[in-house]
């Protein structure tokens, strides 16, 4: 059974940074995705970013292009978050996501495609 587990939320003042990681076990399969969703209070669920496993090919979300930064460790079973310049608006729950196998050179954030989630790390921006 796929399990995921986030930490490294807190609390940061606007123009800070924070570094969340996501750590992945429970499968064998080589070929999938690991993404970063955020939920803030009374919002819908917005993706944030994603890397394959096969060729770390990543995607962002406009609202964090240039901000974010993701990235997976050797063996990929350990995704990182880079989050500098934090914004007030960046304040959610971050949580991290993924595929089945077959998503080793594709993401995107349709949430169709994201199987298995973590339980969410908060992140808190002060103005």
């Known amino acids: 059974e796929v399990q995921l587990v986030e930490s490294g939320g807190g609390l940061v003042q606007a123009g800070g940074s924070l570094r969340l990681s996501c750590t992945a076990s429970?499968?064998?399969?080589?070929?999938?995705?690991i993404g970063w969703f955020r939920q803030a209070p009374g919002k819908e669920r917005e993706w944030v970013s994603c890397?394959?496993?096969?060729?770390?090919?990543?995607d962002y979300a406009n609202s964090v292009k240039g901000r974010f930064t993701i990235s997976s460790d050797n063996a990929g079973k350990k995704a990182y978050l880079q989050m500098n310049d934090l914004k007030p608006e960046d304040a959610a729950v971050y949580f991290c996501?993924?595929?089945?196998?077959?998503?080793?050179?594709?993401?995107?954030?349709?949430?169709?495609?994201?199987?298995?989630w973590g339980q969410g790390t908060q992140v808190t921006v002060s103005s």
């Open positions: 429970g499968f064998t399969f080589t070929d999938y995705a």
């Open positions: 996501a993924m595929t089945p196998s077959g998503y080793g050179y594709f993401c995107s954030g349709h949430l169709g495609i994201w199987r298995n």
């Open positions: 890397i394959t496993s096969l060729d770390r090919s990543t």
